[in-house]
């Protein structure tokens, strides 16, 4: 049986696709032009050597001014969860195009055993897939967010939640995705930053004459109380607490600790 149900491309310049849907997965692989894919009502740029996967029942369209070329093609057994879309970039040395390449090639010529080297080489292009999909690499996504996050420690502005919706992929997926990458949800990531910084402002207390409210507000808590909560819950004493303790230890000459303490924990905040 074939896995992949259906194979072709663009081979002049395109300069629209209507809107439509699949009942199958689809994979779109922009090989020339610039223009915008819209999915599901989000407009994403694209540009050669892009992918797209889109899921069952999204709509989708995509349409440039100078026109683009594509490979494209339809399956259905695949073990991700319908979501948003997903949108990769190949490998620098174009390896998910040349197997395209190939499986376009065996497809359209069907030759002798021509479907099962078709399904052979569609397992290796959907491991890419996977492979595109775990890879911090390739996720701009993850290190947009965390460039964003470490930019905004001290914003108490900042909202994770407004955060995620910039980004163009389904929210539950990407608060996934950061996980997996960082081991953190995103707001515990914010949180955990935040701590380490307000545990570097504590150490310097001395010479910076901070109280332990204008640090609170360093580290983007505008209320000092919810700031001491927070700090206690993720290190376990209060931040008054932890400067004492710290200081004692570091007058200590067999103990001087090099780095700020911060407590792990296996509490999960919701986000």
Known sequence: ??????????????????????????????????????????????EPHDIFVIPPGIPHRDYSNVGFKSYYYTFSDFEFKPISYFKFRDSDNLDFLHILEQIYREYQMKRNNWRNIVNSLYEVLFHYIVSFAQSPAQNKYVAHALQEIGDNVANPKFSIDQLIDEIPLNTDYFRKLFLHHTGRTPLQYLTFKRISYAQQLLISKKVSKLSIKEIAWKCGYEDYYYFSRVFKKEVGVSPREWLAQWNRDS?????????????????????
């Open 251 to 271: 007058n200590l000459p067999e103990h001087r600790p090099k780095q700020p303490y911060l407590q792990s924990s296996n509490k999960t905040i919701a986000n």
């Open 1 to 46: 049986m074939l896995k992949l149900n259906y194979i072709n491309r663009h081979e002049n310049p395109t300069y629209h696709v209507e809107l439509h849907t699949h009942d199958m997965w689809e994979i779109i692989y922009y090989t020339e032009g610039t223009g915008i894919a819209e999915i599901n009502n989000r407009k994403v740029a694209f």
